[in-house]
């Protein structure tokens, strides 16, 4: 793979992606499938598709490349050392969440890694039992009952929601690495974890490829799903848990034939839509994403129209 | 004569089947996941073409020892959602068919990933009469809070089955729901069994082909 052809190939790439970009933003913010939860679908869409051509032509390139370059302890240093110093928000947040036991353990993680760990490259708090933490302005914000808002798709990004993105600005205004100055090592820092998770993510991404039928959809759906889980610490409350209701599932194989005479059924099939992802018969639209959704794609960035 | 020593061997057989169901039941949900998990795990770690990416043996080992445990029938039915009383039973068959396939697949390639973690099986917070249980694993990494993988679990006639598994609080089963009713709408029973089995070829071909297509 030389150089030349490398480049050319990305600029390719990139140019589709912004035509695709701006064919999509003109089709305006459509609605193909009328899920409440995601009303500018048509706009996130073309977010979404932007994004996947941007990681196809840089990010997973250069991900890749990093994880064949960098030995394994090397990368484990650089990502310790990052999540060494987000371990300082992690627990204003949990502070603010009204855990001043997690918050006490994330800062002790933080004492310790800093100067045992030299500077957060080894997570020696984990060996002794302090738990590694996930918070943010947005979990809090959610700890506090704020609602999650529209699903949006920010360039870059990626998923998120009003709620989110609010959480997100406080998460990057008091970032100590986009605070780092003088300006060159802030750039270095920043880069080179954007390319530690994108090389974390890169078998998770593969997995996600495989599994989903329409990409777009499952990874708003599982962003959603994750978001919840995490405002919970793990255990979201059990009543709203995307729970199967015994008449549908199926007791016995072909069982489920004995569905329709069974009196709960209709009662069933409104907990399965309450508690999952559909939560009302929206009006059947035309839609044009049936097919699988293959890679990056830009062809199948207009949608709904 | 003949026909009674046969009838005596089918009684007898019958037998054997109920005291495995009997013995499979006394294993309780959260010993149960541990030791599939271990044993996989161990089989994992000392076959070299597993390691070198034989996948053909990595879907043999899942179909050996974890299939199994699952209820594919229930998370089929809970997947596909208000559309599972409207399908035919050959289509119910199908449905279950395609999904298991693409389920074991993307398995597959999760513990083609795996990479020596370690594994925290958490207490099990149950009854002992409860017929309805989740178990919970951790996955612990070094600088990364830890994964949390919850199986739900029902006790049925021939042991504990899964019915869904949250990988990270996404719920597989859930996950699936907008994308199977989507497809539904858009083609029918037919259309979400279409789209499942030509996703289950394109992944057949390896994960190259989609990004060759780009």
Redesign the interface.
């Known amino acids: 793979m030389s150089r030349d052809t490398l480049g050319a190939g990305w600029g390719a790439?990139l140019r589709r992606a912004a035509a695709a970009l701006l064919v999509a933003l003109s089709a305006g913010c459509a609605t193909p499938?009328g899920?409440p939860r995601d009303p500018i679908e048509g706009f996130n869409r073309a977010m979404f598709s932007f994004n996947e051509?941007f990681d196809?032509a840089i990010g997973k390139p250069v991900a890749t490349a990093y994880r064949e370059v960098i030995p394994g302890p090397v990368r484990?240093w650089v990502?310790?050392f990052f999540?060494?110093i987000a371990d300082l928000f992690i627990g204003v947040n949990n502070l603010l969440q009204g855990k001043p036991a997690d918050a006490l353990s994330d800062w002790a993680r933080f004492a310790f890694n800093t100067t045992i760990g030299l500077f957060g490259i080894n997570?020696v708090a984990?060996d002794m039992g302090f738990?590694?933490?996930?918070e943010d302005f947005g979990q809090t914000f959610g700890r506090w009952g704020v609602p999650d808002g529209a699903y949006i798709v920010w360039p870059f990004l990626g998923s998120s929601t009003v709620r989110d993105t609010v959480g997100l600005v406080f998460d990057i205004g008091l970032d100590p690495v986009w605070r780092h100055e003088p300006r060159d090592p802030r750039r270095f820092m920043l880069v080179l974890r954007a390319v530690g998770r994108r090389a974390?993510l890169l078998?998770?991404s593969?997995?996600l490829?495989?599994?989903?039928?329409?990409k777009y959809?499952?990874q708003r759906?599982?962003y959603l799903?994750?978001r919840?889980?995490?405002i919970h610490d793990?255990n979201?409350p059990r009543a709203e848990?995307?729970e199967?209701p015994r008449a549908?599932?199926?007791d016995?194989?072909?069982a489920?034939?004995a569905?329709?005479e069974r009196p709960g059924?209709e009662e069933a099939?409104r907990d399965?839509?309450r508690?999952?992802?559909?939560l009302e018969e929206p009006a059947?639209a035309p839609?044009s994403?049936?097919?699988?959704f293959?890679?990056?794609?830009p062809a199948g960035a207009p949608r709904g129209g | 004569m003949q026909s009674l020593a046969r009838a005596a061997a089918a009684f007898a057989a019958c037998l054997a089947l109920a005291a495995t169901a009997r013995a499979q039941d006394l294993v309780p949900p959260d010993v149960l996941v541990k030791n599939v998990t271990l044993e996989v795990v161990d089989i994992v770690k000392k076959d070299k073409d597993i390691q070198a990416g034989d996948r053909r043996k990595v879907i043999d080992l899942i179909q050996t020892k974890v299939l199994p445990h699952f209820n594919f029938e229930a998370m089929t039915a809970s997947a596909v959602g208000r559309h599972w009383a409207k399908a035919t039973p050959e289509q119910r068959a199908r449905l279950v068919e395609e999904f298991r396939t693409l389920l074991v697949r993307t398995y597959a390639s999760s513990i083609a990933a795996y990479r020596d973690q370690k594994f925290d099986f958490r207490p099990l917070r149950a009854k002992p009469t409860d017929t309805d249980v989740t178990v919970t694993v951790r996955i612990l990494q070094s600088g990364a809070e830890p994964i949390q993988l919850e199986y739900d679990m029902e006790k049925r006639p021939g042991g504990w089955k899964v019915w869904d598994v949250r990988i990270a609080g996404i719920s597989l089963v859930a996950n699936y729901r907008t994308e199977f009713d989507n497809a539904v709408r858009n083609g029918g029973i037919d259309g979400l069994i279409k789209a499942l089995q030509a996703k289950n070829t394109a992944i057949e071909r390896g994960p190259t082909t989609a990004e060759r297509k780009s």
């Open positions: 790439k499938n899920d051509a196809q484990t990502r310790n999540s060494n997570d984990s738990e590694k933490h996930d974390d078998d998770a593969r997995i490829e495989e599994a989903a039928l329409d959809v499952f759906d599982a799903q994750r919840r889980s995490l793990g979201p848990r995307p199967a549908e599932r199926a016995l194989p072909h489920g034939a569905l329709e059924a099939r399965l839509s508690a999952g992802a559909l059947a839609q994403h049936a097919e699988p293959v890679g990056s794609a």
